[in-house]
């Protein structure tokens, strides 16, 4: 018999049917609790973007390859936050910084397992670093004070995650993990190596625009697997919900949310991660080609400046290619899962570096 599945979105919620469909599958699976889908839910590659899974048995890709992907805030304090201006000074987060780079003095050099590739680098795909201006929301008291910057790191365990699921799938696919010990093991690790490359992007982006790094106030990671109430919860693209404070990612040309998860198990303890796709991205490339010239879309509708030296991704990851992040944020306040404090305006988002500097 499949478990039970619960998606926190509604009526007017847009979403596409073969997210709910993925979300059935996973059900089915052997020693499936009960899936909890979120409302910025889409489908993934096999399984749902934007679920909490809960599980008698450990499911490696449940959680996927981007184990310790997340989205942490870092206060940030700027004389004159010209965004132009700005969007000019940021580093070169496709490269690690060099061995005597300063941002390195703020994290230490204790890297889990090692494992250096990648680390203080970005990513590609929807990963991105933002400096916004913090906005207040209705009556919630925000984490950072009105007005005041913020850097937005969005991104992962890179190749470290890529290869532990590698290992799990080259001897046993899409089935449980064998020794649920040794995978928790290199993904604790993962999810620890995620949390330190947000935060070496902070203090070098913090460096470079002449600020002091400084540390979170909100870190939570949204693929990853944890032991919750006798059963291994899978939540992939979904973040911690119990009582922590989370940023929802809108995208680089709308507000993106912070808010106060207060999920139960029904919902996986668990609330959304972002506005979710909408589109392909092939979808998104061939409409946006049509649509917009690649200088419109260095600019948002808010003003900011998206440094994005691939022209593809700038397409791939337009605005309109996501759903409504108001609408996702409407759904958990109503569904009751969590009360937003707080929105952030986009300044500047990096993507991938320029080739032309400004
Ligand atoms: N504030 C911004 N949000 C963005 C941007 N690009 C994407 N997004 C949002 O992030 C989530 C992350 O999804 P994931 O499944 O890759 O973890 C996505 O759903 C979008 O809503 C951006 O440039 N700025
Ligand atoms: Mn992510």
């Not at 304090?77 to 941002?103: I, M, N, Q, T």
């Not at 999920?263 to 668990?270: F, I, R, V, Y």
């Not at 200088?295 to 791939?316: A, Y």
Request: one cysteine or more.
């Amino acid at each position: 018999m499949s478990a039970s599945v619960r998606v926190f979105a509604s009526a007017s919620s847009w979403i596409e049917s073969a997210a709910v469909d993925q979300c059935h599958q996973v059900a089915a699976l052997d020693g499936m609790r009960h899936v909890a889908g979120m409302p910025d839910l889409h489908p993934g590659k096999g399984a749902p973007i934007g679920a909490a899974m809960h599980s008698e048995v450990l499911y490696p890709v449940l959680v996927g390859s981007d184990i310790g992907c997340g989205i942490a805030v870092f206060p940030i304090s700027l004389k004159r936050p010209v965004p132009e201006k700005l969007a000019g000074r940021f580093p070169d987060l496709d490269h690690s910084p060099a061995p005597d780079d300063p941002a390195w003095d703020f994290v230490g050099r204790d890297v889990p397992l090692g494992h250096l590739a990648g680390l203080g680098t970005v990513g590609r795909g929807n990963h991105f670093v933002e400096l916004a201006r913090v906005e207040p929301v209705g009556a919630g008291s925000p984490p950072a004070g009105p007005g005041s910057l913020v850097l937005i790191v969005h991104s992962g365990s890179r190749g470290l995650g890529e290869s532990i699921l590698r290992e799990h799938t080259s001897q046993h696919g899409a089935g449980p993990a064998a020794s649920p010990a040794d995978y928790l093991k290199a993904h604790d690790e993962a999810v620890r190596w995620g949390s330190l490359n947000r935060r070496l992007m902070a203090a070098r982006v913090a460096r470079a625009l002449g600020a002091d790094p400084a540390d979170p106030i909100v870190d939570e990671c949204h693929n990853l697997v944890e032991w919750r109430d006798g059963g291994y919860l899978h939540r992939k693209g979904a973040a911690n919900g119990d009582g922590r404070d989370v940023l929802i990612a809108g995208t680089r040309g709308t507000r993106s949310y912070l808010v106060r998860g207060h999920a139960g198990p029904e919902a996986g303890w668990s609330v959304a991660h972002g506005a979710g796709r909408k589109m392909s991205r092939s979808d998104a490339l061939r409409r946006g080609r049509a649509k917009h010239t690649v200088e419109e879309l260095r600019r948002t509708p808010v003003g900011s400046f998206v440094v994005c030296g691939d022209r593809q991704l700038l397409f791939e990851e337009a605005p309109t290619a996501y759903k409504k992040i108001e609408q996702v944020v409407g759904d958990l306040t109503e569904f009751g899962l969590a009360t937003p404090l707080a929105a952030t305006v986009p300044l500047v988002t990096y993507k991938t570096a320029d080739r032309v500097r400004r």
